[in-house]
């Protein structure tokens, strides 16, 4: 069945829905993919910072976050000061960090760079399906509440196509008021136009979809901790906890955190970002773990790229290559995962990479779904980040 799009409102709902294939693998929910996009290429050289290596120092004069600052995770690399938030999590062991990665050829374009990212296609390749899509292809999801995946940004890409039905919902108290003033067109013919009755299916599909998302927020419970009331990011991760507590039957639910195009004056944006991710974070997993749900959810950030090892002449970076990912999560083992990449052994003034992602997501869709995926790669990297 080709996908479906029906849109909503000014964006506050809109569903991508389409129908299993008949006769496909039946499957159960397993734990819930948290998705978190860090938009505009996170500098990951100073979000884990390798500061026993002398050429960070002499490549980052002026932007280098200093040893003292780093909250030493090894005798090598340590995060930024600004992450402490993050530090119970490390310490309580479900706290991953997933060093190097990215993919050959790399695309320094913003566009494309996430395209790649979202579809785990090559560099060379364009899908338009997203990749979490594509792990459920020839499986049948449970119906439950008539939707799949929950997007609560506005980048939907990653759980798009034919295999999931998918909902955008970028604010709760707008979806709420929209779904209850949907109503079916139930007395409504088709007049036999083939066009206008794929429409009404729609909409009856939709409106099945939206009256049980209303249902379940509605009558859920509410965090027991608030996250911060002064940004957007605080507000997505306080809508994604109501669903996951609300116990929606989805396999995904997406976020985002804005502003990591840092190509001047880095220093204090970089701070502020990483310290409403930490905090957003830390006040996530305490939630979850307060709902005892923390076991059931695997948190999983990612950027379309790194920044370039040296710093620019305006106090800045620009568009790199490979960079860390941060897993977290009640399964999760904690720990540093895979090599950081030598800062003498630059590609085109980049980090190489070391791990590639579609190793990583080939490891999520086995330890969330129980999916063997290799998204096209031809040889699937072993990870050990994640308890199947």
Request: contains cysteine; glycine residues 12%; proline residues 5%.
């Amino acid at each position: 069945m080709d996908r479906r799009n029906f849109l909503l409102g000014a964006g506050a709902l809109s569903a991508v829905l389409a129908g299993g294939s008949a006769g496909a693998q039946q499957t159960q929910p397993g734990r819930v993919l948290l998705l978190v996009e860090l938009k505009g290429g996170n500098d990951g050289l100073n979000t884990v910072i390798p500061y026993a290596d002398p050429l960070y120092r002499s490549f980052r004069a002026s932007i280098g976050i200093a040893r003292e600052h780093t909250l030493q995770l090894d005798e090598r690399v340590g995060l930024h000061n600004k992450l402490e938030p993050m530090m119970e999590s490390w310490k309580a062991r479900d706290f991953a960090i997933l060093q190097g990665v990215g993919y050959p050829n790399p695309n320094r374009s913003h566009f494309r760079s996430i395209e790649i990212w979202d579809t785990a296609s090559t560099s060379s390749q364009t899908l338009s399906e997203g990749w979490v899509a594509r792990a459920f292809e020839g499986v049948q999801v449970p119906k439950g509440a008539g939707v799949d995946g929950i997007v609560v940004d506005t980048n939907s890409l990653p759980m798009m196509g034919p295999n999931l039905r998918t909902i955008v919902m970028q604010d709760a108290e707008n979806f709420l008021r929209q779904a209850q003033a949907m109503k079916d067109t139930g007395g409504m013919g088709d007049g036999g136009n083939p066009a206008l009755r794929h429409l009404l299916a729609v909409r009856h599909e939709v409106n099945g979809a939206a009256a049980g998302l209303r249902d379940r927020l509605h009558d859920g419970p509410s965090p027991a901790f608030a996250y911060a009331p002064d940004n957007g990011f605080g507000r997505q991760l306080d809508l994604a906890t109501r669903l996951l507590m609300a116990r929606v039957p989805v396999v995904a639910v997406k976020v985002a955190l804005l502003g990591f195009d840092t190509h001047a004056n880095q220093v204090p944006t970089h701070e502020r970002l990483l310290g409403v991710l930490a905090g957003g974070l830390a006040t996530l997993r305490k939630n979850l773990i307060a709902a005892n749900l923390w076991n059931d959810v695997v948190v999983m950030t990612y950027s379309e790229f790194g920044r370039r090892a040296k710093q620019n002449a305006s106090g800045g970076t620009d568009h790199g290559a490979a960079g860390p990912q941060f897993v977290m999560g009640g399964k999760v083992k904690g720990g540093l995962h895979g090599v950081y990449p030598s800062l003498a052994d630059l590609q085109d003034g980049d980090l190489r990479h070391t791990v590639d992602f579609r190793s990583v997501y080939a490891t999520v869709a086995k330890g969330c779904w129980g999916l063997q995926r290799d998204f096209g790669a031809r040889n699937v990297q072993p990870l050990g980040f994640l308890a199947v």
